[in-house]
């Protein structure tokens, strides 16, 4: 195409020198020069204008490249937070709840099987016994003994500041590492020896013997947490808690102050109320309890005798494990719950709910547990209750004076 401009171009330069040499009588060599000047100057605009052309394209190029620059950057960074989305995405946690809905669903498949097999025997044989009778006379948990020591003797030891506390590790299985420690009262004798809680804890009456012991049990908490907090070793610890202190204004308003005053240590403080005495507290000691879970503290329901209660809402009001014992739980599971035994543990943690069983006496125990799904473990066969390391005891704490005077109220 260019070649064609060109032949045209010097065409048009050979007709000007012909026209000014015969038109205007130019001498042969200035009609050459004026054929040569005008085919130049027709070059340099014709290379003018390619130029320009070609620049023009050549911008077009740029910002086509530009926009599809733009657009695979936009696209990139789309790209890249769907992936921080999928990142930041607990899959483990998911699948834990999608197991355990499934896992639900088949026991609840299974209890409707079992449920229509008790229907169609009793359609063949109305003298056998239901499942549900059957269940129903399930012999209750034996009660427990009443305390050998007397309360005027508890009351003598006390004032001899004769009370220690021990700890009892809690194990997370099958590692056996200590998730917690128990904070056991124990009872130095005249002769020396050691009593349990079991062999002076009063069941009946006694109340300003219970406040003085928790509020003993309370201080030496604080000392022993704020000394592991100290040496960087954090540690949860287990205190006993009843009515007898929750459901006295003066002992209430004096564990509230205390909880306040130590909040930074709150979260590793957890209460173990019996069962009985959490599902009857009064409306003012339940109060008080949302009041101390809401500061930070947990709860541990001790002695459960069944595993049919509203998860969600003990979840709720700041209970963080439920206590069954083992050796009923293993040989009765159906006195606990309707549940099948390898799935009640896992729909309780659905509600970050553990739970532990306490009692363990045997490796046997341990094996059926882990069959079971329960991970948290307490018992004699596991490890006894012991004094406290020396490097986390602080000043004697049955000393205490605020509690001693609650006590004496």
């Not at 009588?25 to 052309?53: D, K, S, Y």
């Not at 620049?55 to 077009?60: D, F, H, I």
């Not at 948990?141 to 006390?158: G, K, M, N, Y």
């Not at 004769?162 to 200590?178: A, D, G, N, S």
């Amino acid at each position: 195409m260019q070649a064609l401009v060109y032949t045209f171009i010097a065409l048009a330069a050979l007709g000007v020198g012909a026209t000014a040499y015969f038109a205007l009588i130019f001498t042969p060599a200035n009609a050459i020069v004026v054929a040569v000047v005008f085919g130049c100057v027709c070059v340099v605009l014709m290379e003018r204008i390619l130029r320009q052309r070609a620049e023009n394209r050549l911008e077009k190029a740029i910002e086509d490249l530009a926009r599809l620059l733009a657009t695979d950057a936009q696209a990139g960074a789309v790209l890249g937070q769907r992936i921080n989305a999928m990142a930041d995405i607990n899959a483990g946690q998911r699948l834990d709840g999608v197991e355990a809905d499934i896992s639900v669903l088949g026991t609840v498949i299974r209890q409707v099987a079992e449920a229509v097999a008790d229907i169609e025997d009793r359609a063949k044989a109305p003298a056998t016994t239901p499942r549900s009778a059957r269940l129903d006379a399930a012999p209750p948990p034996p009660p427990e003994p009443e305390p050998t020591i007397s309360l005027d003797a508890v009351r003598q030891a006390l004032a001899e500041n004769r009370l220690l506390y021990h700890v009892q590790p809690i194990v997370t299985l099958p590692q056996r590492r200590p998730q917690g420690f128990d904070l056991v009262p124990r009872l130095m004798l005249e002769n020396g020896d050691l009593a349990d809680g079991a062999d002076f804890l009063p069941r009946r009456g006694g109340d300003e013997i219970m406040r003085h012991i928790e509020g003993i049990g309370l201080v030496e908490a604080i000392t022993i947490l704020r000394r592991a907090r100290t040496s960087g070793q954090p540690l949860t610890l287990y205190l006993p808690l009843s009515s007898a202190t929750i459901g006295d204004p003066q002992s209430a308003d004096q564990l509230m102050a205390t909880i306040e005053a130590n909040r930074a240590i709150a979260p590793f403080m957890i209460f173990t109320v019996s069962d009985t005495e959490w599902h009857g507290f009064t409306t003012n000691q339940r109060a008080i309890a949302d009041a101390l879970a809401k500061k930070g503290a947990g709860f541990s329901l001790a002695n459960m005798r069944t595993l049919r209660v509203d998860v969600a809402e003990l979840a709720g009001q700041g209970v963080r494990s439920l206590r069954i014992d083992a050796t009923r739980f293993i040989e009765n599971p159906e006195s606990f719950t309707d549940f099948h035994a390898s799935d009640i543990a896992n729909y309780i943690a659905r509600f970050e709910v553990s739970l532990m069983a306490t009692g363990i006496t045997g490796e046997r125990q341990i094996i059926e547990l882990l069959e079971d799904g329960i991970r948290l473990a307490q018992g004699p066969h596991i490890a006894a209750p012991g004094p406290v390391r020396p490097d986390l005891m602080g000043e004697p704490a049955r000393t205490a004076p605020q509690f001693r005077r609650a006590a004496e109220s």
